[in-house]
């Protein structure tokens, strides 16, 4: 099993940037794909980017140009550096990380964008 601790997340103003972290422990080289998804009050969880073993990258159309994922193999991490951010990306982050035959969770952490 994959253990995801998330750190970052925090209030910024709109136009500012904030980085998350995701470090992983565990079964990581069962890990074939990590990345976010964010929830918004009354809303669903949806896909914001992926990164894959291969170091293949998706966005959501929402966020493209504006977020970029990464890694840092030797530090078993991920992040998420979001720039130029708005009002709407405000939601709870979750970091995931996909095995074989399950996907594993972080505990999610707030980003709030206002004034």
């Known amino acids: 099993q994959v253990q995801l601790v998330e750190s970052g997340g925090g209030l910024v103003q709109p136009g500012g940037s904030l980085r998350l972290s995701c470090a992983a422990s565990?079964?990581?080289?069962?890990?074939?794909?990590m990345g976010w998804y964010r929830q918004a009050p009354g809303k669903q969880r949806e896909l914001v980017a992926t990164i894959t073993s291969g170091g293949t990258t998706l966005y959501a159309d929402s966020v493209k140009g504006r977020f970029t994922i990464s890694r840092d193999g030797a530090k078993n991490t991920v992040y998420l550096q979001m720039n130029s951010l708005k009002p709407e990306d405000t939601a709870v982050y979750y970091c995931?990380?996909?095995?074989?035959?399950?996907?594993?969770w972080g505990q999610g952490t707030q980003v709030t964008v206002s004034s």
């Open positions: 995931y990380a996909d095995e074989t035959l399950r996907r594993n």
């Open positions: 565990g079964s990581i080289f069962s890990i074939y794909a």
